[in-house]
C-alpha cells in the first residue's frame, strides 16, 4: 500500500471508528503517565540522588548501586524468599482457578452455581487492610486457625510469628482471595468449547472424567498458556502491600522479598538510588522470564503472546 492510499485509508478508519479511538485515549493516557512516563526516573538507580539536585544534577556511579545489592547479606535472602514464594504460587496459587472453573462448569444446577460463584468472587472485592486484618485475628493467638493448629500440636504462638509458617499462610490466603475471581476467564473459555464435542462424546460411551481430559483441558490449554506466560513475566513481583502488612522483623529471614526490600530502603530509609537498583534487577529478570517463557510456550505449544 503507497504512502497516499495508506494516509486515506488511515483518516477513513479514524473517522469511521472515532467513537473506539475516544474509548481508547484514557486506557493510553493512563499507561502513558503511570507506566512509561516514570521510566525516567530509572536513571537514579545509576546516580547518587538526591532531591535538592535532581535527576540529572545528580552525580553518576554507575553500577555502585547494583554491586552493593550483589554483595550484601540481604541479596540472598531477598532474592531466595521472593524465588519460593513465586513458585509456590506457579504451583498450588496458578491452578487453583483452574480447578475451581472445572468443578463450577460440571455442576447442572444453575442456582447453585451462582451461589458458589458469588461466594468465590466476593474476597476479591475485600479492601487488602481488612483481608490483613482478618488473617491477623484468625492466625493470632486464640484466633480460629491457630485453635485448629494447636489441635495438630501448635504451641499456641501467634502463627505470624513462626518464619516457618509465614510462606503457607501468604499462600493459602491468595488462593482463598483470587481463586474466585481468576475462575472468570476460564469460565469464558469453557463456554466457547463447541457443546457437539461433549454430545458426540457421550454417545460414544465417555464419561466426565475422559470429557474433561480430551475436550476440556485441550479447549482450555491456549487459555492457560497464555495466562501461565504473563504470569511468568510477573513471577517476581511478589504484592508487597500483604507482605508489608502482615509481617514483622521476627520473620523477615523467610517473609522479606524483593518489593518489601525496595519499600523499605525506598520509603523508610530514604535510599532512593540503592531501592531504584534493587528494583531495575528485579525488573529485568522478569522481562528475561517473560522472553524465555513466550519462545519455549511458543515452540512447544505453538501458543505465544507474540
Given at each position: 500500500m503507497n504512502k497516499p492510499a495508506f494516509g486515506r485509508f488511515l483518516i477513513k478508519d479514524l473517522v469511521g471508528n472515532r467513537y473506539l479511538y475516544l474509548m481508547m485515549l484514557p486506557v493510553l493516557a493512563y499507561y502513558l503517565i503511570f507506566h512509561y512516563a516514570p521510566m525516567y526516573g530509572v536513571l537514579i538507580a545509576f546516580k547518587?540522588?538526591?532531591?535538592?539536585?535532581?535527576?540529572?544534577?545528580?552525580p553518576w556511579v554507575d553500577f555502585k548501586h547494583f554491586e552493593t545489592f550483589f554483595n550484601s547479606y540481604y541479596f540472598l535472602r531477598v532474592l531466595k524468599n521472593t524465588l519460593l514464594i513465586s513458585v509456590y504460587s506457579l504451583l498450588f496459587e496458578f491452578p487453583a482457578p483452574i480447578i475451581l472453573a472445572l468443578l463450577i462448569n460440571e455442576v447442572r444446577s444453575r442456582s447453585y452455581k451462582r451461589v458458589v460463584q458469588s461466594i468465590t468472587y466476593m474476597p476479591y472485592f475485600i479492601s487488602m487492610i481488612v483481608i490483613a486484618g482478618l488473617i491477623r485475628d484468625f492466625t493470632d493467638s486464640g484466633g480460629v486457625l491457630n485453635s485448629i493448629y494447636m489441635y495438630f500440636?501448635?504451641?499456641g504462638t501467634s502463627m505470624l510469628q513462626n518464619e516457618?509458617?509465614?510462606?503457607p499462610i501468604y499462600i493459602l490466603s491468595e488462593i482463598w482471595q483470587k481463586a474466585g475471581w481468576e475462575?472468570?476467564?476460564?469460565?469464558?473459555?469453557l463456554a466457547g468449547i463447541d457443546q457437539g464435542q461433549y454430545e458426540a462424546a457421550r454417545i460414544d460411551g465417555a464419561g466426565r472424567l475422559k470429557q474433561i481430559w480430551y475436550i476440556t483441558l485441550p479447549g482450555l490449554l491456549p487459555t492457560i498458556?497464555?495466562?501461565?506466560?504473563?504470569?511468568?513475566?510477573?513471577?517476581?513481583?511478589?504484592?508487597?502491600e500483604k507482605i508489608i502488612l502482615l509481617y514483622n522483623p521476627v520473620i523477615y529471614e523467610t517473609a522479606d522479598v524483593i518489593s518489601s526490600f525496595v519499600y523499605r530502603k525506598g520509603l523508610l530509609e530514604f535510599n532512593w538510588s540503592y531501592s531504584t537498583a534493587v528494583g531495575l534487577f528485579n525488573s529485568v529478570i522478569n522481562l528475561t522470564l517473560l522472553i524465555l517463557a513466550n519462545w519455549i510456550s511458543k515452540r512447544v505449544t505453538n501458543s505465544s503472546l507474540w
Open positions: 547518587d540522588y538526591s532531591p535538592m539536585k535532581g535527576i540529572l544534577g545528580s500440636g501448635g504451641d516457618g509458617l509465614f510462606r475462575s472468570i476467564i476460564y469460565l469464558a473459555a498458556v497464555i495466562l501461565f506466560i504473563l504470569r511468568m513475566g510477573n513471577l517476581l513481583n511478589v504484592g508487597f
